[in-house]
Nanobody, 123 residues
Framework: DVQLQASGGGSVQAGGSLRLSCAAF????????IGWFRRAPGKEREGVSC????????YYADSVKGRFTISSDNAKSTVYLQMSSLKPEDTAVYYC????????????????WGKGTLVTVSS
């Protein structure tokens, strides 16, 4: 079974950094696109970033571009989201996702979901 486990959330002051991890079980990262979504209080889910490690394609939402970096460690079957220069508007529950196939774009899919990890950024 495909299982995704997100971790690394917490509370941080504006301008700080956090690194989220998505441990993927039952998948070969060479065959899947792994993504991050977030849902802020009172807001709809937003696609944040994705990566297809085999072809190196990545995507970042405009709201996080230049501040977040996604990376993949295939040996550990883990995808990371390094979040820097965090803003209060980044406060959300972050979910990692997976979809079979390669290539990241704005409309990347998410067939599988993990439980979210909460990120809280204070002013």
């Amino acid at each position: 079974d495909v299982q995704l486990q997100a971790s690394g959330g917490g509370s941080v002051q504006a301008g700080g950094s956090l690194r989220l991890s998505c441990a993927a079980f039952g998948v070969n990262l060479d065959d899947y696109t792994i993504g991050w979504f977030r849902r802020a209080p009172g807001k709809e889910r937003e696609g944040v970033s994705c990566i297809s490690s085999s072809d190196g394609s990545t995507y970042y939402a405009d709201s996080v571009k230049g501040r977040f970096t996604i990376s993949s460690d295939n040996a550990k079957s883990t995808v990371y989201l390094q979040m820097s220069s965090l803003k209060p508007e980044d406060t959300a529950v972050y979910y990692c996702s997976a979809e079979y196939g390669l290539g990241c774009s704005k409309n990347y899919g998410a067939a599988y979901w993990g439980k979210g990890t909460l990120v809280t950024v204070s002013s």
